[in-house]
């Protein structure tokens, strides 16, 4: 499977943004899917992820309440909504694709990786 990030982009503190995460050559609701970020001179971090068939979802607790992982499967492409965002949510926004039957917040298992796409927040 190919993955596409879009829709970043630089938004003022408080304000929403929507990242898209379109899939090629397989249908993306076949795999576990999650959204990572990597800011400057960080580790790349786990966002969110979202099992096969919608559920279950998981966040890293900085995000939980503002962000919400959705997969639309007629348009083969997954979405991260992030709501209230914050200057600390800076980064390039990478999302992946894993075989795994289990919902994993580790890279490591996630075999399919898009570029990242740049949100910037500005205080």
């Known amino acids: 499977v190919q993955l596409q990030a879009s829709g970043g982009g630089l938004v003022q503190a408080g304000g929403s943004l929507r990242l898209s995460c379109t899939a090629s050559?397989?249908?993306?609701?076949?795999?576990?899917v999650g959204w990572f970020r990597q800011a400057p001179g960080k580790e790349r971090e786990f966002v969110a992820a979202?099992?096969?068939?919608?559920?279950?979802?998981s966040y890293v607790d900085s995000v939980k309440g503002r962000f919400t992982i959705s997969i639309d499967n007629a348009k083969n492409t997954a979405y991260l909504q992030m709501n209230s965002l914050k200057p600390e949510d800076t980064a390039v926004y990478f999302c992946?694709?894993?075989?795994?039957?289990?919902?994993?917040?580790?890279?490591?298992?996630?075999?399919?990786w898009g570029q990242g796409t740049q949100v910037t927040v500005s205080s």
């Open positions: 979202i099992l096969r068939g919608g559920v279950p979802k």
């Open positions: 050559g397989r249908t993306l609701g076949s795999y576990v």
């Open positions: 992946a694709a894993s075989t795994s039957a289990t919902l994993s917040r580790g890279a490591a298992f996630y075999s399919y």
